[in-house]
């Protein structure tokens, strides 16, 4: 397979088990959600009162310029920051009341994220970024390893699999945080603007698999962007601005 042109539809999922069992209700809740920051004497008003459901399987959008309070919503929903007020449940679980600890186990057990920057660790291999998740987990090495170069392979990087960020395209390290993001086998998938430092075969790429991952593996996806390409390929777009939804 020729990697430089946009990966083919139905690229994931031709081994890769649907979520078992499926989940009843919406896969994200948000219910009158705030989020203030103070600056010195000043409130910043980042989300300002917002709400919306997104279903198991949906690739939800969430568009708007910087600054538009897009990013500080899937932080809220990630549990990397908390609302001000107002009510966050992930997969039928209210998240207000969760310790850290709680967050962190359901963001093992149901989260995947994807970020703009990649962030993967610069001197492991694509393999061993992809199975970083699952490193104190308690689990088969052999079985994770087996996985992570299934998902390596279903992403179209199995020729990558011992090479370096830095030996690495753009485009083959978001696919790398991709299959990454889906090793714990998770039931959403938060993308942070997955399209903003690549090029246009490189994000048609990175789009077709995070559709692909919605109607495959009926795996959520709630994405923030600014780029109309993600949004044309999105089920719902939801327009942000000034911390609201427009």
């Keep these: 397979m020729d990697m430089t042109s946009p990966a083919p539809v139905g690229l994931l999922g031709s081994t890769l088990p649907t979520i078992e069992p499926p989940l009843e209700g919406p896969i994200v809740a948000v219910d009158s959600v705030w989020k203030l920051f103070a600056m010195g004497e000043e409130v910043v008003h980042a989300v300002v009162d917002v709400s919306f459901t997104s279903d198991p399987g949906e690739f939800l959008c969430l568009m708007g310029p910087s600054g538009s309070g897009k990013s500080t919503v899937l932080h809220l929903l990630g ?38 920057s990649y962030n993967l660790i610069p001197f492991l291999s694509a393999v061993e970024n992809v199975e970083l ?14 996985r992570a170069v299934e998902l390596l392979e279903l992403v179209g990087l199995g020729h990558r699999l011992h090479h370096r960020p830095s030996r690495m395209s753009g485009g083959e390290q978001q696919r790398t945080a991709i299959a990454r993001a889906l090793i714990g086998s ?24 995070l559709h692909d991952l919605c109607g495959r593996l009926g795996v959520g996806v709630v994405a923030s962007t600014h780029d109309p390409k993600v949004a044309e390929r999105a089920h719902r777009v939801l327009h942000m601005a000034d911390g609201r939804i427009v």
């Design 133 to 146: 998740p699952l490193t104190f987990e308690a689990v088969d090495r052999q079985s994770v390893r087996q």
């Design 186 to 209: 998770p039931r959403l998938i938060l993308a942070d603007e997955p399209t903003a430092n690549l090029d246009h075969k490189s994000g048609t790429t990175i789009i077709e698999l």
């Design 79 to 116: 549990g990397l920051d908390r609302p001000t007020k107002g009510e966050v449940s992930i997969a039928g679980t209210s998240t207000s009341k969760l310790t850290e600890s709680q967050f962190s186990s359901l963001r093992r057990s149901t989260l995947g994220f994807i970020f703009q």
